[in-house]
C-alpha cells in the first residue's frame, strides 16, 4: 500500500495516530507537504464526504475522520507555511448568537483547513459585532454562520444587514447552514449560499472562491 | 389519561373525516401573556398562564408546554444559563468519568426546577378543558447524555468509547423516568421524549444509545397509563424504523424541507404508530403569509389522506416571532371537514364561484 493510500485508509477508520505516524513517514521520505495534503488527506475526505452523502456513514465516522485529519494537518501546517503554499481561500466562521450548538460548524472548519483553506473559527454564541469585527479587521473571503434553532437563526439576517451597514457585505461572500435552516431562508435573507452539510458547504465554498 | 390516548382519537378524528390538529407551540404564548422565556420557563404559574391563553385561543388537540432540553442536565447539577429570550441551554462544561457516580445518587424528583414543571402539568391537568391532551415534555437519553459530555464528545464516543458511554446513557434514563413518574402521577396524558441530538447518529448507533432506553421510558410510560411521542428535528429518514420500534405511541417528524418525506414514513410504518407533523416551521409558520400557511396545511392533508393514524402538528417546536395569524390558519386549515366527497364539492363549488363571482 502507498503511503498515500495508507492515510486514506487512517483517516477513513478515524486513526488519528496513524495518520500523524504516516504523515512523519511521507515528510521523512521528501514527499512534498501540498503532495500529502492533496493525495492524502482531501482524498480521504472527499471519499467520507462521498459516504456520507450515501448515508453509509454519519456524522460520528466524519467527526473522527476530520479528527484524525487535524492530528496530521498539526504536523503539516507549519510545513506548509513556511513553503508559502498560499492558502485556497480565508473563511471566518461561527455560531450565532444565543446558540452553543458547533459539530456541524466545527467539522466545516476541519474540512475546510484540511482543503487548504485558512480558517478562523470564533466558536459558538458570537455577537453580530464580533461577526462583522472580525470580517472588518480579517477581509476574508467567505463569512460563514451556522445556526441549529429556529429561535437563533433570525440572527443571520440581523448579521448580514449588519454588515451593509458596516460597508463591507460586498467585500465577503456569506454562507448559512444548519438544521433549521435551508436554501429558501438563505435567499430570503440574501446569504450567497447555503449548504446542507459539511461536505457540501466544502464545495460551496471553493465553487465561491474560484476565480 | 382521560378517555382515549392518541392513536384512538386520531382514528375516530379520522373516521368522522377530520384530524387531530396540534402544533407544538409554546413559545408563541408568550406573546399573548407579555410574559419572557426565562420567567415563563422557572414560574410555573407563569407558564401554565401561557399554555391557557393557548388553549382559550387555539383549541389545538393536544397542547404542549415549552420546550425545554435543560431540566434533567440541570438537576444533575449541570452549568446552566437563562437567557431572558431564548430557551435555558446548558453549555459545554468540564466533564470527567468519575461525575457519573455522583449522578446516580441525585434522585432529580426533589429539584425546584423538575417539580416547576410538574406543577405546570398539574395546572394543566386541572385547569385546561377535558378533551385536549395534554402532553409533557423530556429530554431523551442520548442528548442529556451528549449535554453532558459535550455533543461532540458523544457522537466520537458512540465509536471510541462506547461503554462510558452507555453508562452515561444508562444514569441519564434514569433520571428521566424519575421525572416521567412525577409527570405522569401530574396529569400528563402523553409525554414527549425530544432527542434532537441522536439525528445525527447512524441507525445502529441510535439503536444502541437512543432507543435501548427509550424503550425503558415508553414502558414505564405504559405501565402509568400514558403515551409516549419520540420527537427528533432534522432529517430522521434512517432512523424512522428504530424510532417507531422503540415502543413509543407517535413519532414526530420534522418539514419537508429538513429532508423528511412524511408519506414515505407514514406507508413503511404500522399503523399503530401515529405519525405526527410536519408544517415547516420557520419558512411556512415563521416567515410566511396566512395563505402560505393553509396551502401547505391543506397539501399536507391532502397527502396523509390515506392514513388515518396522522396527527397534523408543525415539524418542530415555533418560535416566538411565529404571527398568531399563522398559526390561527393553521388551526382553521387543519379544521376544515376533510370527507373526500365533501371535499371534491367544496373544490368545485370553489371553481365555480370564482368563475361566476357575485
Given at each position: 500500500?502507498?503511503?498515500?493510500?495508507?492515510?486514506?485508509?487512517?483517516?477513513?477508520?478515524?486513526?488519528?495516530?496513524?495518520?500523524?505516524?504516516?504523515?512523519?513517514?511521507?515528510?521523512?521520505?521528501?514527499?512534498?507537504?501540498?503532495?500529502?495534503?492533496?493525495?492524502?488527506?482531501?482524498?480521504?475526505?472527499?471519499?467520507?464526504?462521498?459516504?456520507?452523502?450515501?448515508?453509509?456513514?454519519?456524522?460520528?465516522?466524519?467527526?473522527?475522520?476530520?479528527?484524525?485529519?487535524?492530528?496530521?494537518?498539526?504536523?503539516?501546517?507549519?510545513?506548509?507555511?513556511?513553503?508559502?503554499?498560499?492558502?485556497?481561500?480565508?473563511?471566518?466562521?461561527?455560531?450565532?448568537?444565543?446558540?452553543?450548538?458547533?459539530?456541524?460548524?466545527?467539522?466545516?472548519?476541519?474540512?475546510?483547513?484540511?482543503?487548504?483553506?485558512?480558517?478562523?473559527?470564533?466558536?459558538?454564541?458570537?455577537?453580530?459585532?464580533?461577526?462583522?469585527?472580525?470580517?472588518e479587521k480579517e477581509s476574508p473571503d467567505i463569512l460563514g454562520m451556522s445556526a441549529l434553532l429556529t429561535t437563533t437563526m433570525t440572527y443571520m439576517r440581523d448579521i448580514i444587514q449588519c454588515l451593509e451597514s458596516a460597508g463591507v457585505r460586498?467585500?465577503?461572500?456569506?454562507?448559512?447552514?444548519?438544521?433549521?435552516?435551508?436554501?429558501?431562508?438563505?435567499?430570503?435573507?440574501?446569504?450567497?449560499?447555503?449548504?446542507?452539510?459539511?461536505?457540501?458547504?466544502?464545495?460551496?465554498?471553493?465553487?465561491?472562491?474560484?476565480? | 389519561?382521560?378517555?382515549?390516548?392518541?392513536?384512538?382519537?386520531?382514528?375516530?378524528?379520522?373516521?368522522?373525516?377530520?384530524?387531530?390538529?396540534?402544533?407544538?407551540?409554546?413559545?408563541?404564548?408568550?406573546?399573548?401573556?407579555?410574559?419572557?422565556?426565562?420567567?415563563?420557563?422557572?414560574?410555573?404559574?407563569?407558564?401554565?398562564?401561557?399554555?391557557?391563553?393557548?388553549?382559550?385561543?387555539?383549541?389545538?388537540?393536544?397542547?404542549?408546554?415549552?420546550?425545554?432540553?435543560?431540566?434533567?442536565?440541570?438537576?444533575?447539577?449541570?452549568?446552566?444559563?437563562?437567557?431572558?429570550?431564548?430557551?435555558?441551554?446548558?453549555?459545554?462544561?468540564?466533564?470527567?468519568?468519575?461525575?457519573?457516580?455522583?449522578?446516580?445518587?441525585?434522585?432529580?424528583?426533589?429539584?425546584?426546577?423538575?417539580?416547576?414543571?410538574?406543577?405546570?402539568?398539574?395546572?394543566?391537568?386541572?385547569?385546561?378543558?377535558?378533551?385536549?391532551?395534554?402532553?409533557?415534555?423530556?429530554?431523551?437519553?442520548?442528548?442529556?447524555?451528549?449535554?453532558?459530555?459535550?455533543?461532540?464528545?458523544?457522537?466520537?464516543?458512540?465509536?471510541?468509547?462506547?461503554?462510558?458511554?452507555?453508562?452515561?446513557?444508562?444514569?441519564?434514563?434514569?433520571?428521566?423516568?424519575?421525572?416521567?413518574?412525577?409527570?405522569?402521577?401530574?396529569?400528563?396524558?402523553?409525554?414527549?421524549?425530544?432527542?434532537?441530538?441522536?439525528?445525527?447518529l447512524g441507525p445502529a448507533q441510535f439503536e444502541e444509545f437512543s432507543a435501548a432506553y427509550v424503550k425503558a421510558i415508553t414502558a414505564a410510560c405504559r405501565h402509568n397509563g400514558v403515551d409516549t411521542i419520540l420527537h427528533i428535528c432534522g432529517?430522521?429518514?434512517?432512523?424512522?424504523?428504530?424510532?417507531?420500534?422503540?415502543?413509543?405511541?407517535?413519532?414526530?417528524?420534522?418539514?419537508?424541507?429538513?429532508?423528511?418525506?412524511?408519506?414515505?414514513?407514514?406507508?413503511?410504518?404500522?399503523?399503530?404508530?401515529?405519525?405526527?407533523?410536519?408544517?415547516?416551521?420557520?419558512?411556512?409558520?415563521?416567515?410566511?403569509?396566512?395563505?402560505?400557511?393553509?396551502?401547505?396545511?391543506?397539501?399536507?392533508?391532502?397527502?396523509?389522506?390515506?392514513?388515518?393514524?396522522?396527527?397534523?402538528?408543525?415539524?418542530?417546536?415555533?418560535?416566538?416571532?411565529?404571527?398568531?395569524?399563522?398559526?390561527?390558519?393553521?388551526?382553521?386549515?387543519?379544521?376544515?371537514?376533510?370527507?373526500?366527497?365533501?371535499?371534491?364539492?367544496?373544490?368545485?363549488?370553489?371553481?365555480?364561484?370564482?368563475?361566476?363571482?357575485?
Amino acid at each position: 500500500m502507498d503511503i498515500f493510500e495508507g492515510i486514506i485508509t487512517a483517516i477513513g477508520k478515524g486513526d488519528a495516530p496513524s495518520v500523524a505516524a504516516l504523515t512523519r513517514d511521507a515528510l521523512a521520505k521528501g514527499i512534498p507537504a501540498e503532495d500529502i495534503l492533496n493525495k492524502g488527506y482531501l482524498a480521504g475526505m472527499n471519499i467520507v464526504g462521498r459516504l456520507f452523502k450515501a448515508n453509509e456513514i454519519f456524522i460520528p465516522e466524519v467527526l473522527i475522520a476530520a479528527q484524525a485529519m487535524k492530528a496530521g494537518m498539526a504536523i503539516l501546517k507549519p510545513i506548509l507555511a513556511a513553503s508559502k503554499v498560499k492558502s485556497a481561500g480565508k473563511i471566518v466562521i461561527g455560531t450565532v448568537q444565543g446558540d452553543l450548538h458547533d459539530i456541524g460548524k466545527n467539522i466545516v472548519s476541519m474540512l475546510l483547513e484540511g482543503a487548504g483553506f485558512e480558517v478562523i473559527d470564533l466558536g459558538c454564541d458570537v455577537s453580530k459585532q464580533k461577526f462583522v469585527e472580525t470580517v472588518e479587521k480579517e477581509s476574508p473571503d467567505i463569512l460563514g454562520m451556522s445556526a441549529l434553532l429556529t429561535t437563533t437563526m433570525t440572527y443571520m439576517r440581523d448579521i448580514i444587514q449588519c454588515l451593509e451597514s458596516a460597508g463591507v457585505r460586498k467585500a465577503v461572500k456569506v454562507i448559512v447552514g444548519g438544521a433549521p435552516v435551508t436554501q429558501t431562508y438563505a435567499d430570503e435573507i440574501a446569504a450567497d449560499g447555503y449548504a446542507r452539510d459539511a461536505a457540501s458547504a466544502v464545495e460551496l465554498v471553493r465553487s465561491l472562491v474560484a476565480p | 389519561m382521560i378517555g382515549d390516548g392518541i392513536a384512538d382519537r386520531a382514528r375516530k378524528a379520522f373516521a368522522e373525516g377530520r384530524r387531530l390538529v396540534a402544533p407544538l407551540m409554546g413559545f408563541p404564548g408568550i406573546e399573548l401573556t407579555g410574559s419572557n422565556i426565562k420567567v415563563a420557563q422557572q414560574n410555573y404559574g407563569e407558564h401554565f398562564k401561557i399554555l391557557k391563553r393557548l388553549a382559550d385561543r387555539f383549541s389545538p388537540d393536544i397542547i404542549f408546554p415549552l420546550m425545554d432540553l435543560s431540566i434533567e442536565a440541570n438537576a444533575m447539577g449541570r452549568y446552566t444559563i437563562f437567557p431572558r429570550r431564548d430557551s435555558a441551554t446548558v453549555p459545554r462544561d468540564c466533564f470527567l468519568l468519575e461525575e457519573i457516580d455522583r449522578f446516580r445518587d441525585i434522585n432529580i424528583s426533589f429539584d425546584s426546577r423538575v417539580l416547576g414543571y410538574v406543577e405546570t402539568q398539574k395546572l394543566m391537568h386541572i385547569g385546561l378543558p377535558p378533551h385536549i391532551l395534554k402532553a409533557a415534555y423530556v429530554t431523551g437519553p442520548y442528548t442529556v447524555a451528549a449535554l453532558i459530555m459535550g455533543s461532540q464528545e458523544a457522537a466520537v464516543a458512540t465509536i471510541g468509547n462506547r461503554s462510558d458511554l452507555g453508562l452515561l446513557c444508562e444514569v441519564a434514563t434514569g433520571k428521566i423516568l424519575q421525572y416521567v413518574r412525577l409527570l405522569a402521577a401530574a396529569g400528563a396524558d402523553g409525554i414527549v421524549v425530544l432527542e434532537p441530538s441522536a439525528a445525527m447518529l447512524g441507525p445502529a448507533q441510535f439503536e444502541e444509545f437512543s432507543a435501548a432506553y427509550v424503550k425503558a421510558i415508553t414502558a414505564a410510560c405504559r405501565h402509568n397509563g400514558v403515551d409516549t411521542i419520540l420527537h427528533i428535528c432534522g432529517n430522521t429518514t434512517h432512523l424512522v424504523r428504530s424510532m417507531a420500534g422503540s415502543g413509543v405511541s407517535g413519532i414526530s417528524l420534522d418539514s419537508s424541507e429538513a429532508g423528511v418525506d412524511i408519506e414515505a414514513v407514514a406507508a413503511s410504518l404500522p399503523e399503530d404508530v401515529v405519525v405526527i407533523g410536519n408544517v415547516n416551521p420557520t419558512t411556512t409558520m415563521l416567515r410566511g403569509r396566512p395563505e402560505d400557511v393553509r396551502m401547505e396545511v391543506r397539501k399536507l392533508l391532502d397527502s396523509m389522506e390515506r392514513h388515518p393514524n396522522f396527527v397534523l402538528s408543525t415539524g418542530c417546536d415555533l418560535p416566538q416571532e411565529t404571527p398568531l395569524a399563522n398559526i390561527e390558519a393553521f388551526m382553521e386549515a387543519g379544521r376544515e371537514e376533510r370527507r373526500p366527497a365533501e371535499r371534491k364539492g367544496r373544490c368545485e363549488g370553489r371553481q365555480v364561484q370564482e368563475a361566476y363571482p357575485e
